[in-house]
């Protein structure tokens, strides 16, 4: 059974920092895409970074050099470093698992809150 587990979201004050883990079970982590997208209410969901297989990763414009994706393929976890938090970054952040050879291998996790606020 495929498992997306997301964490360490929260309250933080605008500027402040969080870094949030994707972890993965049931899956060969390793040979997956992994991506972050975010929803804030009455939005679309948006893709904010994503790391390839081999670690070369992009990031929406919106985030770049503020946010830094990372993954640790002996630990099957993926982070979001977010630093320089702003209240536009208030949403959902959900993570999705994606083989680059079966499409329908796609996986999501159930999401973390994240609230920028003071």
């Known amino acids: 059974q495929v498992q997306v587990v997301e964490s360490g979201g929260g309250l933080v004050q605008p500027g402040g920092s969080l870094r949030l883990s994707c972890k993965t079970s049931?899956?060969?982590?390793?040979?997956?895409?992994i991506n972050w997208y975010r929803q804030a209410p009455e939005n679309q969901r948006e893709l904010v970074a994503s790391?390839?297989?081999?670690?070369?990763?992009n990031y929406a414009d919106s985030v770049k050099g503020r946010f830094t994706i990372s993954r640790d393929n002996a630990r099957n976890t993926v982070y979001l470093q977010m630093i320089s938090l702003k209240p536009e970054d208030t949403a959902v952040y959900y993570c999705?698992?994606?083989?680059?050879?079966?499409?329908?291998?796609?996986?999501w996790g159930q999401g973390t809150q994240v609230t920028v606020s003071s």
């Open positions: 999705n698992a994606k083989s680059p050879f079966v499409a329908r291998n796609d996986y």
């Open positions: 049931g899956i060969t982590f390793s040979a997956y895409a």
């Open positions: 790391i390839s297989s081999r670690s070369s990763t």
